[in-house]
């Protein structure tokens, strides 16, 4: 779906991380005792949530607007997305003052179609599933001359990296978990750890309904499948190449936790964290609670990071948690 991109490197994350902080604050890195009590371990929440948008990915739509190439200005910008990526495109398209097209789902939560326009991005709504929305917004690229963003362009895998450069700046992490739909968080996780904390343990978390991404890592090819999780914000229905070319020699596990594990996680967030989060900013947590896969060596000493990464929770989710 994506064009061959060479993989970026751990000295662009240090230059992008120039740009973003340009625009975007530190998130903060935060221990909550009454959490650590819940999981039986030693667990730091990095709060992405707080961002504008409410997810880590605008941290890629700022990059993305700071880079931007003239073609890409003058033409304006068409994408697709669940969500979350198409509130960062819409962020960053605003802050460059360019035009921006987004292709979404029906699937895709009226809160986040609503909080896309918002923004003053057009919202188009095509297709049930994101592999659909991804096929309309090429055709309507190639037909309006608009330059397609891909979700996984270096410049968004590069925005979202600059997350843990802060985190390795913060803390010495034993693992750091990162919830996994295309894979670009957790992509910019190992670029950073491989430079700053080789002994830091990176393990993707994504959805068992949906896991196009955790079964392109295990077979090494691209790989679909259908995406059924509640978890927006996780519903790929494919691989995408850039990241697994990543992840593929570098992540160091790669779990697959239950929608109702999310739901628990989400539960302990807002319990014992007081953080409301969506259900693909609840997932790492779940998958640190969730039993490691056999022959992943034990961690080493320090605390594990759980990535909080959106909380742009719907109506129904949140209605969800309060009735368990
Ligand atoms: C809140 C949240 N967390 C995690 C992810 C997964 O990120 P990635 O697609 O970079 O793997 C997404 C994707 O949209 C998201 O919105």
Wanted: glycine fraction near 10%.
């Amino acid at each position: 779906m994506c064009s061959p991109a060479p993989d970026p490197t751990y000295d662009d994350v240090v230059r992008a991380a120039a740009l973003v902080a340009r625009e975007l604050p530190a998130t903060p890195l935060q221990s909550h005792p009454l959490l650590d009590t819940a999981v039986g371990t030693e667990v730091l929440v990095k709060h992405e949530h707080v961002l504008p948008t409410g997810s880590f990915k605008v941290r890629g739509g700022v990059h993305l607007a700071a880079t931007l190439t003239d073609e890409e200005r003058r033409h304006g910008l068409v994408t697709c997305s669940t969500g979350n990526h198409a509130q960062s495109v819409a962020y960053g398209a605003r802050l460059a003052g360019v035009r921006v097209t987004i292709v979404m789902p029906s699937s895709a939560p009226a809160v986040k179609q609503d909080a896309v326009a918002a923004l003053g991005a057009d919202v188009l709504v095509r297709g049930t599933t994101l592999g659909e929305a991804g096929e309309a917004a090429r055709a309507l690229a190639a037909t309006t001359g608009g330059s397609f963003i891909c979700p996984t362009d270096p410049r968004i895998v590069l925005g979202h990296a600059t997350a843990y450069l802060e985190l390795f700046g913060q803390a010495t992490p034993s693992a750091v978990y990162v919830p996994i739909g295309s894979g670009t968080g957790a992509a910019g996780a190992c670029l950073v750890r491989d430079a700053l904390a080789p002994g830091c343990q990176v393990i993707g978390v994504q959805s068992a309904a949906a896991p196009a991404g955790w079964r392109s890592w295990r077979s090494g090819t691209l790989e679909t499948a259908p995406a059924a999780t509640r978890a927006s914000g996780l519903a790929t229905t494919t691989g995408y190449l850039l990241p697994q070319r990543i992840l593929r020699d570098r992540l160091d596990d790669f779990v697959l936790v239950l929608d109702d594990a999310i739901d628990a996680a989400a539960r302990l967030l807002a319990t014992r964290a007081h953080t409301l989060a969506e259900g693909a900013g609840a997932a790492a947590l779940a998958g640190l609670l969730t039993p490691q896969s056999e022959g992943r060596p034990g961690r080493s000493a320090g605390p594990a990071v759980v990535m909080c990464t959106g909380a742009n929770a719907s109506a129904d989710e949140i209605a969800r948690l309060a009735a368990a």
